[in-house]
């Protein structure tokens, strides 16, 4: 049987998606009308033998992940739980601290994700990948190609272009390594562990020598540092060139989801795929409803007029909770969309600010405290219109 794991960060994470983490965590946040976590846990339950989904992270359990849980239990069919970091201990501590939990019920093999990526999420491809590739008990990490300026973002990662085998693997380098990136989806055998084990005994050791001297991840910052290991860093730099760590390439859809902005971009690729995936939640036209231009989803609570599309403009932007656009209003907020001449560009996450100035980047009205009769509740539009929400 298999499992999954979905890393969803804490409260400290996220600076770079305010105002709206402050609103709702982020892995909760609505990408094509259901919250961002929603799309791995709806691939993850269409996997045959997949028993169970865990999230494991530093949020206080909140009354949000728990009605997420309970409802995506119920839709999914599919057993949900949460576990808590008692710190954040990084993408490869985290899952060795649970290791137990994880290897319960004798999986023959788990998926890790990001939770904050958006993906076409090619599970079974990549299971059919690990039994063509390698031993059985190989380790697939999911790759896409970036170009050579933005890859350097990422995790890069060089091949066996013969094997796929992975030879080199380095983190957010400062050079150009490879254009070949980490998407941040991996699928483990239960062999991970003793490789974690062993980094995890290093550092123990390392404390007792040298108690007093830090890297980044010492208790200033919150970390604790045997415990703390990141998968990228300390596990697949060492596995890399060892005839263990393999790359599955997709040419799929992939995008992460770091600022707001990229929440509208994200938006739009699912949006995208649901002609596909789910027709059901594009919305069409109706006689005598309003008109859709594009793939729009509309929230089954949204009250929309025939005459919607008159007299106000909302463009590149996230209309927070409780906010309200009257008419004749111009809303308007810079587009942060890769190249679109450039296949292999990925969005940028620009830090608000850049050499002084103010970076240009999407419109974001937080919550509005007052209620009004309607409300205007999550609007976005590049090119096509990403989703209205009209509450009474
Ligand atoms: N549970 C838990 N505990 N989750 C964590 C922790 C932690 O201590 N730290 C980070 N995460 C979660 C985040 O919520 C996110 O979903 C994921 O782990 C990765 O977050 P970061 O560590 O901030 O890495 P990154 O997003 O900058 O880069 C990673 O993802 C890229 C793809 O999006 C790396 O894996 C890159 O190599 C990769 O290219
Ligand atoms: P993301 O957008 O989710 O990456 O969050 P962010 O924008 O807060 O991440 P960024 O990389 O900008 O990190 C912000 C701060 O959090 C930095 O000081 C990091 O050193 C710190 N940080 C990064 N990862 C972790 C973690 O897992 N736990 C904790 N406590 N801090 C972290």
């Known amino acids: 049987m298999l499992k999954s794991v979905i ?55 909140n009354e949000e992940l728990t009605r997420f849980m309970c ?28 290791r137990d939990q994880i290897l319960s019920g004798g999986p023959e093999a788990f998926f890790i994700m990001n939770a904050d990526v958006c993906s076409e999420f090619p599970l079974p491809e990549m299971l059919n990948f690990q039994k063509e590739h390698g031993e059985p008990s190989s380790f697939i990490i999911l790759g896409t190609t970036a170009n050579r300026k933005q890859s350097m973002n990422y995790g890069c990662i060089v091949e066996n272009q013969q094997t796929n085998e992975v030879l080199h693997y380095v983190e957010k ?84 989801i770091k600022s707001a902005g990229s929440a509208i971009y994200a938006s739009r690729l699912y949006l995208n795929q649901y002609h596909k995936t789910h027709p059901e939640r594009l919305a069409t036209n109706k006689d005598g409803g309003p ?11 949204a009250n929309i007029d025939p005459t919607a599309v008159d007299h106000s403009c909302v463009l590149n932007c996230i209309v927070g909770w409780d906010s309200t656009i009257g008419k004749w209003a111009r809303v308007e907020g810079t587009p942060s969309d890769p190249n679109p001449n450039d296949p292999y560009a990925k969005i940028d996450s620009e830090t608000l600010f ?16 007052i209620p009004y009769n309607i409300q205007l509740c999550w609007a ?6 990403v989703a209205v929400t009209v509450l009474e």
């Open 7 to 61: 890393l969803i960060g804490g409260p400290q994470k996220g600076t770079r998606f305010r105002p709206l983490s402050f609103e709702v965590p982020k892995p909760l946040f609505p990408v094509a009308g259901v919250p961002m976590l929603q799309h791995h846990v709806e691939e993850c339950a269409k996997v045959p033998n997949m028993k169970e989904i865990l999230l494991i992270g530093f949020y206080q359990p």
């Open 71 to 98: 409802s995506a239990q119920q839709e999914f069919k599919i057993s949900i739980r949460y576990l808590q970091e008692y710190a954040a201990l990084g993408t490869g501590g985290g899952i060795y601290h649970f």
């Open 173 to 256: 380098p400062s050079t150009f390594v490879s254009d070949i990136i980490n998407c941040g989806i991996y699928l483990f055998t239960p062999e991970i562990f003793q490789h974690i084990g062993a980094v995890f005994q290093k550092k123990q050791q390392d404390m007792l020598l040298y108690p007093y001297e830090g890297d980044e991840h010492t208790n200033g910052n919150g970390w604790h540092r045997a415990e703390a290991i990141r998968l990228e860093q300390d596990i697949f730099t060492a596995l890399a060139g060892q005839g263990k760590l393999y790359v599955y390439k997709t040419p799929a859809i992939w995008s992460q």
């Open 291 to 301: 008109r859709i231009s594009g793939n729009v989803y509309i929230h089954p609570t």
């Open 354 to 369: 850049r050499d002084g100035k103010l970076t240009p980047s999407i419109t974001i009205l937080g919550k509005l405290p």
């Open 380 to 385: 976005g539009y590049a090119s096509t219109i």
